[in-house]
């Protein structure tokens, strides 16, 4: 049997030619890429996108109700990622550190009762046997004297005020504040002591509508102060008494300055460590008066002369 032999078939010249010359314009390519990313300035080389700092400039939001025009809103301000130095840090600003000077010298504001104001209301009246009530002054030969609903009682703040009482039919009274009426009496209630609501009305009235305002008194004298029982060098309880207008403030010294003391319900200016108990007292009216008092002992359930008296307003 004559056999056959088969030649391998070989690639076609026109084609190699072709591929060879498609695959040096690929290099030639890919060596001017090179080229073009590897010279200075040319925005290439290791450098991110602009894109991948999407958190580097915080986007512009809507402003929010209230916002000026052209302000950042607070939600979309940056936060700052440098902290600074602990020192600086820990050490609060000037104005913040002013602020709070300014808060301890300041005058401070009168409570619920303002001088100037006309309060309407209705009077009543109790029985105020020998005059003593909540604001603890103690047993008073003057019964032109008045209990303050527990609103403008306001913790005490109403202590000591002296009030003009008028009624609709013309009839007038001066009061002094010494106890509190406390609920129901609403808002702009007084509850006179009998004696004084029978200034004004007959006691079988019950409730009389009234308007009443604040008074700074001409004559009452020198006011006291009085150390409250059980008051030693490291606890105490101070009371003003007899002062022309209301308190509003109470400070002793203690530590080279002025410490302000908080009031009680019962009309005591407490000191819990004993700060200054003994020492200069200082006393503040609503109108912002200050007056200084030294030499006071230290001496519980005795009223002593502070030979000083608020202006009359």
């Not at 002591?193 to 509508?209: C, Q």
Request: hydrophobic residues 40%; proline residues 9%; positive net charge.
């Amino acid at each position: 049997m004559r056999a056959t032999k088969h030649a391998v078939p070989q690639a076609g010249r026109g084609r190699g030619l072709g591929m060879g010359i498609a695959s040096a314009l690929v290099t030639i390519g890919v060596l001017v890429w090179l080229a073009v990313v590897l010279l200075p300035g040319s925005g290439g080389g290791s450098r991110q996108p602009a894109a991948a700092f999407v958190g580097a400039t915080p986007t512009s939001a809507p402003p929010t109700a209230g916002t000026p025009a052209g302000a950042t809103p607070s939600a979309a301000r940056p936060s700052v990622t440098s902290p600074l130095p602990a020192a600086a840090a820990d050490t609060p600003s000037p104005s913040a550190a002013q602020s709070v000077r300014s808060a301890s010298t300041a005058a401070p504001l009168p409570g619920r009762i303002k001088p100037g104001t006309n309060y309407r209301g209705v009077a009543t009246s109790y029985d105020a046997a020998d005059g003593n009530g909540a604001c603890l002054y103690g047993p008073s030969g003057d019964l032109m004297i008045a209990a303050m609903n527990h609103a403008d009682y306001e913790s005490s703040k109403a202590c000591g005020a002296y009030v003009l009482v008028r009624a609709a039919n013309g009839a007038s009274i001066t009061v002094r504040i010494v106890n509190e009426c406390p609920l129901p009496c609403a808002p702009g209630q007084l509850d006179l002591s009998r004696e004084a609501f029978a200034k004004i009305a007959d006691l079988s009235v019950g409730r009389l509508p009234v308007t009443w305002t604040l008074l700074s008194p001409g004559a009452p004298g020198a006011m006291s102060i009085r150390y409250k029982s059980g008051s030693t060098r490291w606890w105490c309880g101070i009371q003003v008494i007899g002062h022309r207008n209301p308190m509003a403030a109470l400070e002793v010294r203690s530590g080279g300055g002025w410490r302000h003391l908080s009031r009680t319900e019962y009309n005591y200016f407490l000191s819990p460590d004993g700060s200054g108990c003994g020492g200069p007292i200082r006393v503040t009216d609503i109108y912002g008066e200050r007056l200084t008092v030294d030499g006071i002992a230290l001496r519980p359930d005795v009223a002593q002369p502070a030979k000083v008296q608020f202006a009359r307003h």
